[in-house]
């Protein structure tokens, strides 16, 4: 729970899906149908070749954008990558770091990830940290050890890490169709705000999102749940009328004094 009553944070991860006019498309039906709600933000994270379109489209509407990915320098010989400095200029206020599609097909590990992470702050941009166990880490009962390792690599370097969000996303659940329990996502949330305040961060103010074969016919039971500030929506925010039911869920619970 972040502040006194629920807010949420709805993001939609649209990975390597739409091209420009695909994007333009789909963000004007959800501009002209998502007119805001109190404590509810929606997100949308393009593909970077769509971005400014995006910003574009999105100008003056409730929706904002992030990005799926940064480099952690301003610029350089980077061939094939994009800078915190070049995401600012268009107008996106978030980005995803660490998403474990980056981890596991692009072998991103944990300094790199807590580069970016610093990288993002830095720049002005709130950084969605995503952390999670796979299927045989949670087998063998390994998963609040996992984002633990995973939360404090990227802290522990950090004096004051500012604005942020986490994304709880277990590994086994992205893709898949298989969502967590809303019980198990809650204990996990919990101990999620527990290490936060090991790290010495203003636990209650860092929004955790839960992600993970979201969709509407689930996404009530996880946002009640105490510790679930929203969610990060891969499959399903690439369905307009999906992602807006998660968000109109959301609009629904948002205000609620827990
Ligand atoms: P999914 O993806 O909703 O399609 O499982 C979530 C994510 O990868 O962020």
Known sequence: M?????????????????????TVEALLELTQRWKGAEGVKVVICPPFTAILIAAKT????????????????????????????MLQELAVD???VGHSERRILFQEDGPAVAKKFAAALENGLLPILCVGENGAEREAGRQGQIVE??????????????????????VWAIGTGKTAEPEDVQ???????TILGK???????????YGGSVNASNSASLLSQRDVDGALVG???????????????????AGRKI
Request: net charge neutral; charged share 20%; proline share 5%.
């Open 149 to 170: 390792e995973q939360i404090r690599e990227v802290l522990t370097p950090l004096k004051e890490p500012g604005k942020f969000a986490i994304a709880y996303e277990p």
């Open 235 to 253: 499959g399903a925010s690439l369905r307009n009328d999906e992602f807006l039911a998660i968000a109109g869920q959301a609009a629904q619970l």
């Open 187 to 193: 204990r996990m949330h919990g101990h999620i705000r």
């Open 2 to 22: 972040v502040g006194d009553g629920r807010s949420y944070l709805i993001v939609g991860n649209w990975k390597m899906h739409r091209t420009v006019s695909e």
């Open 94 to 96: 978030y980005v995803i």
């Open 58 to 85: 999105v100008a003056g509407s409730e929706i904002r954008l992030g990005a799926q990915n940064l480099h952690w320098a301003p610029e350089g010989a980077f061939t094939g990558e994009v800078s915190p400095v």
């Open 199 to 209: 790290c010495g961060v203003a636990a209650g103010q860092v929004p955790i999102l």
